[in-house]
């Protein structure tokens, strides 16, 4: 009885250490690859998108207001946006463009249903930090797309992401 239960010990004791080890390991990885995340770039890890679609209409525009807030990270500093032309693909460009007080940006998508989406632009909070972001496109037909925004700590982009939330005011 004394013999068996010293052999039981003995295979498992080994076993447990080695599943410890590579939970340790694990984490470590994991909080690495997160650390350098942060590192490698601004833009955050964690995603803020709204999908919508535009009409026919080649009027047809799209009205958000993205507000950004201290969650605890810090003050926001600026607004990060870029804009993704979904499938169908179709004849019109998608554009995006941002406003905080007098500062105004825009981007285009140069290619429908690509996958790839338009550069990345940023505006800074310069009147408050609500900002008016449109959805508008070259012409008539219908179009999809996702929309991507961040707002950070930092000027241009830069800094840590920080409180991001999004209301949208007209939907055509
Ligand atoms: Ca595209």
Redesign the pocket.
């Known amino acids: 009885m004394a013999m068996k239960k010293t052999g039981a010990r003995v295979a498992t004791n080994p076993t447990a250490t080695t599943r410890a080890r590579a939970g340790t390991a694990k984490r470590a990885t994991t909080f690495g690859a997160a650390v350098i995340g942060l590192l490698a770039s601004a833009v955050p890890v964690e995603a803020h998108t709204q999908t919508g679609a535009l009409g026919n209409g080649a009027e047809a525009t799209d009205y958000y207001q993205v507000f950004c807030s201290d969650d605890g990270t810090g003050a926001p500093g600026s607004l990060s946006v870029q804009i993704?032309?979904q499938a169908p693909a179709a004849a019109p460009l998608v554009s995006v463009q941002v406003r905080n007080g007098p500062d105004l940006a825009t981007s285009t998508?140069?290619?429908?249903?690509?996958?790839?989406?338009?550069p990345l632009i940023h505006v800074n909070v310069r009147a408050g930090s609500v900002f008016d972001v449109l959805v508008d496109k070259t012409g008539a037909g219908s179009e999809n797309y996702v929309l991507t925004f961040h707002c950070v700590t930092g000027p241009d982009g830069t800094g840590l992401h920080t409180g991001t939330d999004i209301v949208t005011r007209q939907n055509q």
């Open positions: 993704s032309d998508d140069p290619t429908d249903a690509d996958g790839a989406a338009s």
